[in-house]
């Protein structure tokens, strides 16, 4: 199927009444069927073959650290697949990442596929604003599975309200480490632990960059196929980098543009 003839997804979602306040208090927010079975199917095929084109040389997971185990990952499909594009760069999504983010416009940062295999390990804890050279209160990542899962395969589990706490100083990452640092000081505040559990294809959740999450290991043996849009508010600056993979991140996404500029690069355009 060519990009031309895929589903359209510039109508919008009616996002519910309270779903915006649900995303202030707890850092996420789950919505469903904010794309069709009918329409997820043709770019799902298209997100799939990029994908498993693009990790052919994996290792087997006997073979691979906890972050390894975790998931394949592809990053900026929609660089190297048009069909990919349109579904990254839809307005229909990126209408919803503004509604939560109280904005009239957002920027792309970056896609990702997030596909834990069969016995894939759990995700660590982690917040993704660790990676990223922006205000990561002014970020918002949809992970949309592309088929029906289970909680068995690894949907989200958020600690509900972390964010106000803002971005938190780890030893690392997303690894074994920063696992134990998160799960004491989640445990440690209280926090409720919400889990996403089973999602259709289609469904949607948006998260903060700075809300702490993880997911636990694909017990099924089905592939959990995931795809994330990392989106931020338009009019965003970008930050010194505060570790050396934000540093790595503002090269890779940001296209090398200097702390204390718009962020606003080719990689990065107008959404919604």
């Not at 052919?56 to 975790?70: I, M, V």
């Not at 903060?208 to 993880?214: D, E, F, L, Q, V």
Request: charged share 20%; no cysteine.
């Amino acid at each position: 199927m060519s990009a031309t003839s895929l589903p359209s997804l510039d109508s919008a979602y009616p996002v519910p009444g309270n779903a915006v306040g649900s995303y202030q208090r707890d850092g996420f927010v789950l919505l469903r069927k904010i794309a069709t079975p009918q329409e997820i199917a043709p770019y799902r095929e298209a997100i799939v073959e990029t994908t498993f084109g693009q990790a052919s040389d994996r290792k087997p997971l006997a073979e691979r650290d906890t972050y390894g185990k975790a998931f394949i990952q592809v990053m900026n499909l929609w660089r190297t697949n048009e069909r990919v594009a349109r579904f990254v760069l839809a307005p229909r999504f990126a209408r919803i990442a503004a509604t939560l983010l109280g904005v009239d416009r957002v920027r792309l940062y970056h896609d990702q596929a997030l596909f834990k295999e069969p016995g894939g390990g759990h995700t660590p804890w982690h917040q993704d604003g660790f990676f990223w050279p922006l205000d990561a209160s002014r970020t918002v990542t949809m992970w949309m599975p592309l088929v029906d899962i289970t909680a068995e395969m690894g949907s989200m589990t958020f600690a509900g309200g972390s964010q106000r706490d803002g971005f938190i100083k780890v030893p690392d990452g997303i690894s074994d480490e920063s696992d134990e640092f998160y799960n004491e000081y989640v445990v440690s505040k209280g926090y409720p632990l919400i889990t996403s559990g089973a999602m259709a294809a289609g469904d949607a959740t948006f998260h903060s960059g700075i809300t702490i999450h993880r997911a636990p290991e694909n017990a099924t043996q089905t592939t959990r196929e995931v795809m994330t849009v990392i989106y931020f508010a338009d009019g965003e600056l970008v930050q010194e980098p505060q570790n050396a993979n934000q540093d790595v991140d503002r090269q890779a996404w940001l296209d090398g543009a200097a702390p204390g500029t718009p962020a606003a690069s080719a990689l990065n355009p107008l959404l919604g």
